[in-house]
């Protein structure tokens, strides 16, 4: 099953489930969720983080309130949203999800009413890890995937080592990351440089390298490149690298 439909824009707050606002519960063990999900808040994330900052503050959210708001009168109607450069991509947004007051239309007050739900938890700055465990402890748990923090642990590792910023790791890029782990330069990773290799810091490496306990090749490590890499071009897509590496990471 799909944890969420993500057709709408997630907001922090603003809240877009079953039209009202939601309450962050405490849950026994992470729960998986499939990498789509995951992505999609991620970038919806990205959408509402107007600065850039990596962090969704309160003025995000009064700036988009602004933005969206064309004719400057303090409400949304459903032809601002239809129109705005970040609603407008967005299908199944109405002005009723986000009226969570229930006064037939949507104003600032509906997104300090969201925001401030999700600021009880988190404090005024809630970051990536933070906004989508909260939409993913509204769910069910998947039975495969990957956890909350296997994601933001991934999606970091592999925005670092893109570094053309192409939104894809090649396989120089991936054996670039190789060479600058390999801190004695003698073509092998000990075990004390395994930290330093991203795709592998939070993952056993004994399925492909059985002498891991000594040192292993860059050969031995493009296997789990290859395996990742489904359409076979050479590069991993955010989705290839975030399904292997996250999966490797949740399971370790």
Known sequence: MNLISFNFHVYRVLVPYQNYVLYLSATSSPKLANVSTLMDLAAAFDLVDLDDDGVLEYADDRDSFVRADTNGDGELSQAEMDGDSVYGNMTSVTVNVYDFNGDGKVTVADYDLGYFEVGREYGNDVALGEYVEYFISKTESEESGITVKAFVTARRNFLVMDIDDNLKVSEKEFRSEFRVADYDKNGNLTPKEFSGFRPIRDVKVTAYCNNGNVGC????????????????????????????FGELTANT
């Open 217 to 244: 090749p860059v050969e031995k490590f493009l296997v789990m490149f290859n395996d990742a890499d489904t359409n076979n071009d050479k590069y991993l897509t955010m989705t290839e690298y975030l399904t292997k």
